[in-house]
């Protein structure tokens, strides 16, 4: 049992007609009823947004976001559970977009990720930065037709052993946005990568991304979605990264005006990347959350939901069954 109490404070501002910032900060105190050494964790979410507008077809959008992370919902597969997965991670984004003419336009992306481990063993083996850089061009084929071609370049370095597990990305995409109808919307990316690993061979695979939407009804919708790609893993000993399937679906239906019923199901086939004489190993993550929420007034939202998680892996040391069950309730003001 886990009793959870969690205040957030925002602030959000337009500075000139053409500026707006936003800040905010987020506490979670956790206590467990029954957990091995410390019983109350404290985690901490710092956010800061600048969006900017230069003209009406010009603007620029900076954000950042510093966590403290003591109670991971995601805990590493193939790492001992009572082992101290605390970290601090920082999100840092950049995009800036233009028209160059009517038709066409272009944007410029930046995202930099960093994972620093509090546990030492952890933080030699997985404390490294994702950088990823990326150029694309649009052109609006018909009113509801965009098409997209997009250069993108990717770094994970390792602050640790680097020599031997950072990787260098190069993708070449493209692909279109299609609003099909008033309420339904398509996305599809297609391309290839080529990877550059240190201290192990390179390798090269298609990158397939597809996004479905569709809102049949006030606050009802259905979201579906695809992905192919390379992930870094946790046990980078064994495995250089993995290939992954991503199969996503998601659903909110409104019951009636103050009851909203959700659901998600993500399902992940993948293949871990052998190191060396390491042959590689299948591995499928299954996600399954369900949540029904009561809206009784205007501040009040009051939630049950279930999360369901599943890691089955050819490697013995790497499945691990999770379920979680919550009651919980949010005042805003």
Known sequence: MVYEFAPKIAFNSSLTA??????????????????????????????????????????????????????????????????????KRNVLDANFV???????????????????????????ELDHSEELYS????????????????????????RTGGSTKDKHTDFLIGGADYAVAERLTATGRLGYQWRQRKGSSDTQAPYVEFDLKYNYAPQSFVTAGYVYTFEENSNLIQ??????????????????????????????PSELQGRGAQPNVAETTTRLGFALTYLPVKNWQISASYDYDNIASDDPTRGQNRSRTGLSATFTY
């Open 98 to 124: 233009t028209n160059l003419a009517p038709k066409i336009g272009a944007s410029g992306t930046f995202q930099s990720v960093d994972y620093a481990y509090d546990d030492a063993n952890l933080a030699t």
């Open 18 to 87: 053409q500026t707006f910032v936003s800040a905010s900060y987020a506490l979670t105190l956790d206590h467990y009823d029954n957990r091995p050494g410390e019983k109350t964790l404290d985690s901490h979410d710092f956010t800061a947004r600048l969006d900017h507008a230069f003209s009406s077809v010009t603007s620029l959008h900076l954000s950042d976001g510093y966590s403290i992370v003591r109670n991971p919902e995601s805990l590493l597969s193939g790492i001992t559970l009572n082992t101290d997965q605390s970290f």
């Open 135 to 158: 150029v694309a061009f649009d052109y609006a084929l018909l009113p509801e037709v965009k098409t997209v071609a997009e250069f993108r370049h990717q770094d994970i370095l390792y």
């Open 239 to 268: 495995y250089n990264d993995t290939r992954v399937n991503r199969f996503m679906i998601s659903v909110q239906h409104a019951l009636s005006a103050l009851v909203i019923a959700s659901g998600s199901i993500d399902y992940e």
